[in-house]
């Protein structure tokens, strides 16, 4: 099994976060110090930072509705990361990001597998998003913004963009470029002021207040669970 899907398994951590401890030199197999790409077979000794890896816990899902100003890393140096700011007694990581200046709904997980699954853009997962402009929006633009925009070199899949009021429109995406709405938006010549996601999946900021954090409820994770084995 590769390094980087053992070691998410395990609910250390992602395996995002697994490859930046592997380019640190922070991971060691059998004492010999780990490369990308590495595998792992039974019996094998896999230590971070001359630690072994500690016994996997209960699996831990929250939602935390993300206030403004909170950074979506683990990374300890940055002020403001989000494990610290939920400060849960069990090592979790956030499903995916919410830049900086965005709020709203983001998920907290010690399970690797759905991790992995969740951020397979082939599967095509719908979040919904609430967003705000500095300008009165135009139909051309939501038919543009819905069409698909040519940012990063790539143009964004087709979605759902809904007209809420002059300054206000709802978009649902199933793909997660960086800063993707803002890029979208910025290319019509837009600036979002406001940019709040209300929706992953099945999953809403329903009953959940800014800055507040909840675990799924068991209806709420097996119809996630279930979505995620369709896909």
Same mark, same amino acid.
């Given at each position: ?141 939501? %038919? ?25 429109? %709802? ?14 938006? %910025? ?6 002021? %406001? ?37």
């Amino acid at each position: 099994m590769r390094i980087n899907k053992y070691i998410s398994e395990t609910g250390f951590c992602s395996r995002r976060e697994t490859d930046r401890l592997i380019a640190a030199k922070r991971i060691t197999i059998n004492d010999v110090v780990c490369e990308p790409g590495d595998t792992v077979a039974p019996g094998d000794i896999v230590l971070i930072d001359g630690k072994a890896i500690p016994q996997k816990e209960d699996p831990v899902y929250l939602l935390l509705n993300k206030p403004i100003g909170i950074t979506c890393t683990a990374a300890p140096d940055v002020a403001g990361n989000i494990i610290e700011y939920v400060n849960h007694p069990i090592r979790i990581f956030a499903v995916g990001r919410l830049d900086k200046a965005s709020e709203g709904l983001i998920l907290l997980t010690n399970d690797g597998g759905i991790v992995n699954k969740m951020m397979r853009s082939e599967h095509a997962h719908e979040k919904e998003y609430l967003v705000r402009v500095d300008r009165i929006i135009t139909n051309d633009f939501i %038919k543009k913004m819905a069409s698909g925009v040519e940012i990063l070199g790539v143009k964004t899949k087709p979605c759902e963009v809904t007209r809420m009021n002059d300054y206000e429109f %709802k978009i649902i995406l199933t793909q997660g470029l960086n800063r993707q709405i803002r890029r979208m938006s %910025k290319a019509f010549g837009y600036k979002v002021t %406001k940019l709040e996601r209300i929706r992953i999946m099945n999953l809403t900021l329903t009953g959940l207040e800014r800055g507040d954090y909840r675990e799924l409820t068991n209806e709420e994770l097996k119809q996630l669970l279930a979505s995620l084995h369709e896909g």
